[in-house]
Every structure is written in structure tokens, then in C-alpha cells.
């Protein structure tokens, strides 16, 4: 074999014929030369370095993602009052002193059913 064609792997050292060499980045600026089992490990080596990251994250969020959904149920105290209130709301008895109506209301809206007026609406109760 000629010396001249072989490479040193950097990582394992084994002489390795110059087409059976790889350049495996090791950082932004700098290759390392290695045999192509090393480049294959390295290879394997970073890709199951991301996919570890990529893997790790999902289940914190799925493990925080049920917890979230019990966090709307302590305003939950809220929810009863505007029900609680409009139900509060007592019945009023108005009279439209223009038509001589007496009636009833409950909506927080008050105008004479008779005439749809409520400039001569005077509470009663
Ligand atoms: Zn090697
Ligand atoms: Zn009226």
C-alpha cells in the first residue's frame, strides 16, 4: 500500500487509504480527519446527541400540560357570581306613569311594554 494515499484517523489512528477518509466537522472552523467507522460513530454519535434533546423536551411539556388545565378551575369561585347575580336580580315593579302600566321587570333594560318608553317609568318596589 502507498504511504502517500493513506490517512491517519484522528480519532482511532488507523492508516486509512485517502478514499476512505472522512472530514467530520468538529466545530465551526475546524475538521477532524478519521476512517470511515469513526466518521459512521461520529455520525450516529451527534445525531443521537440531537434527537436526545428533541426527545427530552416534549415530555416536560406534556408532564406541565395537564397541570395547566387545573389552573382555570380556581377562579372557579367566579364563575357562580354573574349566574348568582343575575338570578339576584329581583323582580321590579315599575309603572309607566304615561299609560297608567303597571308591570314587572327583571332585565336591567326598563322600558314600558305598553308604550316602549322609559321617561314616565317610576319604580315601585
Ligand atoms: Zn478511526
Ligand atoms: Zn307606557
Known amino acids: 500500500m502507498d504511504i502517500r494515499k493513506t490517512r491517519t484517523c484522528e480519532r482511532c489512528s488507523v492508516q486509512t487509504p485517502l478514499d476512505k477518509v472522512r472530514l467530520i466537522p468538529k466545530s465551526q472552523d475546524k475538521n477532524v480527519l478519521v476512517c470511515m ?13 440531537v434527537s436526545d434533546i428533541t426527545l427530552k423536551q416534549p415530555p416536560i411539556k406534556n408532564i406541565y400540560a395537564p ?59
Not at 80 to 95: D, N, T
Not at 110 to 123: E, I
Open 37 to 49: 467507522d469513526c466518521a459512521e460513530f461520529l455520525k450516529k454519535a451527534s445525531m443521537s446527541r
Open 67 to 125: 397541570k395547566e388545565p387545573l389552573k382555570p378551575f380556581v377562579p372557579k369561585e367566579l364563575r357562580p357570581s354573574p349566574g348568582q347575580k343575575l338570578k339576584e336580580v329581583p323582580p321590579r315593579q315599575m309603572f309607566c306613569s304615561r299609560c297608567k302600566y303597571e308591570f314587572t321587570v327583571k332585565a336591567a333594560v326598563k322600558v314600558c311594554p305598553y308604550c316602549g318608553r322609559d321617561d314616565k317609568l317610576v319604580r315601585k318596589s
